[in-house]
C-alpha cells in the first residue's frame, strides 16, 4: 500500500530537531536525540496541558497541522462514517433500571446530547416521578473535556458523591451534595483517584488521593461536614510498585482496600458500620500470591478468590471474618486447570462466579444452602458475557449482558432460584441491523512454537474468501486483559465496505487461560509479537486476505505491539493505527519517576536492577529498534494529559521513524491536545476519533505523504 508520488503541493512533516542527550546504563550508552519533548515540567503539564513548553507546544502544533492536511482529503469520507456511526446510536435511550432500597437507579441519554443524566425514581414505578440528580451535560458546559469517573449515592440515599476530570489526566475532583435540591456540602476534595466509598451512616467517605508522581499512595477518610483538612489517612502505601484502590463487599457490611501490582496482592477491610477503627489486614502480601475477597454475611465468612497453592487459574476459599489470615483459608471451590475463575460475587443466598474456558466466558450459580450449581451458557461460536451485580446483598436476581460480533447487546435478568431469565432490554440499532446478513468465526492461527491462537473474525455474508479482502486485525496481549468477542456497530461502516474485522487473542492476555498471560509477559514477552504476525500470516495463507492488505491496529501497551510489528514484519501491513502507544518501554521503564513505572516492572522486568531484563526490553522496544527499511503508511494517535502512556513517547517515536525509515509513505501523529489516555469524552466526539482511524484504513493508499 504504497502512497502517491510526492508534488509541489504535497504537505511537508515537521522536522524535528536533535539535541542529543546520553546516559549510561549496566555499561549501555543511550543516545537520545528526541528526548527533549519530554517537558521537564511533565507533572504540572498533565494537570494543566496551558504550562507545556512553547518549543514543545510549537512542535506537537506542527503535527497535528500535518496530519490534518494529510487527511483532508477523506473529510468527506469522515463525515460520511461519522454520520453511519452516530445513525447506529439510539440518541435518546436509558439503561435498566438497578433496584437499591426504595429507588431505581439508572442513567439516561437525550437526543443530541454528548453526556448521560443520572437519574432515579421511586422503586418499580413506571410513572413520571424522576429524579435527575447530576446532569452530565450541564456539568461538562465550558469544558471541551469532561469525564465523570464515580456517581455513588449514601446508603440512607439522601447525599451524593461523585467526582470528574477536566483534562483527561485522571486527577479527580471530589464533591457532595444533597439529594433534594443538590445543595453542595463541605469543600471540593482535589487531586483524587475518583473512586469513594460511604460508611454505613452515612457520615464518612473514603477515598483515594494521589502523590506528586500521580499515584494513589493514601487512603483518606472524610468526615462530612469538616475541612478536608481534617481528613484522616487510614492506609498509606509505602511501596510505589503497588496500586491502591477502593471497593466495597457486595454485602455492604465491609469496605475494601485494595493494594498489589500485577503478580500480588493485599487486602485490609473496614467494618462499614465502625469506620473508624483501624483497617483489618486480610493475607499480608506474599510475591506472586494474587487474591480477592467478597462477603458472606449469612455465615459471617470471607469468600476468597486465590492462586494460593499453585491454583495458577484460581480456585475459590473461605475464611471467618474474625478469623481471616491465610493459614485458616479453606477450600470452597477446588482448583480446576484450564478453567480460569475471573470473579467471584456473593448474595444472601447464592455465590455467583464468572469463568472462562476454552476461550469462552460462562456464569456458574451456587446455592449456598446445599451447595448444588448450575451454568449459563450460550451456543455462538463466539461471543461476549458480562455480569452485574446491582446494588442489593439480599436477592435472587442477577443481570447479564451478552453479545456476539453479529448480536447486539442484550441485557437479562435472571432469578437464580427458579432459573428464568428476563430478557431486559435489546441494544437498538436504529438505522437498522440484520445479524444474517454476517458471520462470526473463531479460527487457530499455529504460533511459532506450535500453540494454538484463538481469532476472532466478522465479514459479509457476500464477502470473497479468496485473498482480496482487506483486514482490520486489532491486537492487545498485556496485563491478562483478554478482548471479548462483542458487538461493535461502529465495525460495521468498515465490514459493509468489505473489510474482515478480526482480533488476534495473542498471548498476554488471558483468554486461554493464566498461563496465556503468564506466557506473554516480561522474559516471554516476544510471544505476544510472535503471535501477531503469526496471526497476520495465517490470514494470508488461508486466503481471508493478502500481504499487504491488512491494517494492524492496537492501542496502549496494543501500541507499542504495532511497534514492534511494524519493525520486525513491515511487509506484511499495509497500514498501522498505533493509539497511545506505549513505545518508549527501555526510557520508561528506566524512570521510576514516571506515575506507572514501578507498578510495571512486573509486568516488563526492572531494567534499573536487572541487566538480563534491560537487554531483554533492550532488544524489542519499538523506539531503540526504528530501523533504516520500509514501512507502511501509519497513524498514530495520543493525547497531551495522558499520564499511561505520557505523549512525548509518540512524539519521539514519530521523529525516528521519519529520520530512519526509506519509504514515502505517509506518518502521521495525530495528538488531541484537550484529553488523555482515552481521547475524547463526549460520546460524539469519540466517533470523530473513529471516524478518523476508519478513513485512514479506507483510504490509505489514495493518500500523499512524505517522509
Not at 328 to 334: A, C, Q, S, Y
Not at 525 to 550: C, M, V, W
Amino acid at each position: 500500500m504504497k502512497t502517491k508520488n510526492m508534488t509541489n503541493t504535497t504537505p511537508q512533516p515537521p522536522k524535528t530537531p536533535q539535541k542529543t542527550q546520553t546516559t549510561t546504563v549496566h555499561g549501555h550508552i543511550l543516545s537520545d536525540d528526541y528526548g527533549w519533548l519530554r517537558d521537564g515540567n511533565w507533572q504540572d503539564v498533565l494537570k494543566d496541558p496551558s504550562v507545556l513548553a512553547p518549543d514543545i507546544r510549537s512542535h506537537l502544533e506542527a503535527e497535528n497541522a500535518y496530519s490534518d492536511a494529510i487527511m483532508e482529503p477523506t473529510e468527506a469520507l469522515q463525515a460520511d462514517l461519522y454520520e453511519e456511526m452516530k445513525a447506529r446510536i439510539k440518541e435518546d435511550d436509558s439503561s435498566v433500571p438497578s433496584a437499591d432500597g426504595p429507588y431505581d437507579y439508572y442513567t439516561r441519554v437525550i437526543e443530541g446530547e454528548q453526556y448521560p443524566l443520572f437519574c432515579r425514581k421511586p422503586r418499580d414505578n413506571d410513572n413520571d416521578n424522576e429524579q435527575i440528580y447530576l446532569d452530565g451535560n450541564k456539568q461538562a458546559k465550558g469544558h471541551v473535556y469532561h469525564q465523570i469517573h464515580a456517581v455513588s449515592h449514601s446508603p440512607d440515599h439522601k447525599l451524593l458523591a461523585w467526582s470528574y476530570d477536566t483534562k483527561g489526566s485522571g486527577y479527580c475532583t471530589l464533591l457532595i451534595e444533597e439529594f433534594d435540591g443538590g445543595k453542595r456540602l463541605d469543600t471540593a476534595i482535589e487531586n483524587t483517584g475518583g473512586g469513594v466509598c460511604w460508611s454505613a451512616d452515612a457520615k464518612f467517605l473514603f477515598y483515594g488521593k494521589y502523590d506528586d508522581n500521580k499515584r494513589i499512595r493514601w487512603i483518606y477518610r472524610h468526615a462530612l461536614g469538616t475541612s478536608p483538612d481534617q481528613d484522616v489517612i487510614v492506609y498509606e502505601e509505602l511501596d510505589s510498585g503497588f496500586f491502591l484502590g477502593l471497593d466495597e463487599t457486595q454485602s455492604g457490611r465491609f469496605i475494601l482496600i485494595h493494594a498489589g501490582d500485577h503478580q500480588t496482592s493485599e487486602k485490609w477491610l473496614i467494618d462499614a458500620k465502625a469506620p473508624e477503627q483501624e483497617p483489618l489486614l486480610i493475607a499480608k502480601r506474599e510475591e506472586g500470591h494474587e487474591y480477592s475477597v467478597d462477603h458472606d454475611e449469612s455465615n459471617d465468612r470471607l469468600i476468597i478468590l486465590t492462586n494460593c497453592d499453585k491454583a495458577e487459574d484460581f480456585k475459590i476459599m473461605s475464611a471467618l471474618v474474625n478469623t481471616p489470615g491465610r493459614d485458616n483459608w479453606r477450600d470452597l471451590v477446588p482448583y480446576q486447570q484450564g478453567r480460569l475463575v475471573l470473579d467471584v460475587t456473593v448474595f444472601k443466598g447464592h455465590m455467583v462466579r464468572l469463568e472462562r474456558e476454552n476461550a469462552l466466558p460462562r456464569i456458574i450459580i451456587t446455592a449456598l444452602d446445599d451447595g448444588s450449581e448450575h451454568a449459563i451458557e450460550f451456543d455462538e461460536e463466539a461471543y461476549s458475557l458480562g455480569m452485574s451485580a446491582g446494588y442489593e446483598y439480599d436477592t435472587d436476581m442477577i443481570r447479564f449482558t451478552y453479545s456476539s460480533p453479529t448480536t447486539p447487546s442484550k441485557v437479562f435478568d435472571y432469578n437464580m432460584a427458579s432459573r428464568e431469565r428476563t430478557l431486559r432490554k435489546t441494544q437498538e440499532v436504529p438505522s437498522g441491523h440484520t445479524p444474517e446478513d454476517y458471520v462470526a468465526r473463531r479460527i487457530m492461527a499455529t504460533a511459532h512454537d506450535g500453540e494454538q491462537i484463538p481469532i476472532t473474525l466478522l465479514y459479509g455474508k457476500d464477502t470473497k474468501l479468496d485473498g482480496s479482502a482487506p483486514v482490520l486485525l486489532y491486537g492487545y496481549g498485556s496485563y491478562g486483559i483478554s478482548i471479548p468477542a462483542g458487538f461493535s456497530t461502529n465495525r460495521l461502516s468498515l465490514v459493509d465496505r468489505g473489510f474482515i474485522y478480526a482480533v488476534a487473542h495473542i498471548r498476554g492476555g488471558e483468554e486461554k487461560g493464566r498461563n496465556w498471560y503468564l506466557s506473554g509477559k516480561t522474559t516471554t514477552k516476544k510471544n505476544t509479537f510472535k503471535d501477531f504476525i503469526s496471526s497476520a500470516e495465517h490470514l494470508i495463507a488461508q486466503k481471508f486476505t493478502s500481504k499487504g492488505q491488512i491494517i494492524a491496529q492496537g492501542g496502549s501497551a496494543g501500541g507499542m505491539l504495532m511497534g514492534v510489528v511494524a519493525n520486525w514484519a513491515p511487509e506484511l501491513f499495509g497500514g498501522i493505527v498505533a493509539e497511545v502507544p506505549f513505545v518508549d518501554v527501555l526510557n520508561t521503564m528506566l524512570d521510576d519517576t514516571l506515575p506507572l513505572t514501578p507498578p510495571e516492572w512486573n509486568e516488563w522486568g526492572n531494567p534499573i536492577t536487572d541487566k538480563q531484563a534491560f537487554d531483554y526490553i533492550a532488544s524489542y522496544s519499538p523506539y531503540e529498534n526504528v530501523s533504516a527499511q520500509d514501512y507502511p503508511p501509519m497513524l498514530v494517535r495520543s493525547g497531551i494529559s495522558d499520564s499511561a502512556v505520557t505523549y512525548w513517547e509518540p512524539a519521539k517515536w514519530v521523529a525516528r521513524l521519519r529520520e530512519l525509515k526509506t519509504d514515502d509513505n505517509i506518518l502521521m501523529l495525530n495528538l488531541n491536545m484537550e484529553a488523555g489516555h482515552g481521547g475524547a469524552s463526549g460520546r460524539f466526539d469519540y466517533l470523530k476519533e473513529v471516524a478518523l482511524v476508519m478513513a485512514f484504513a479506507l483510504e490509505v493508499k489514495n493518500l500523499q505523504g512524505t517522509m
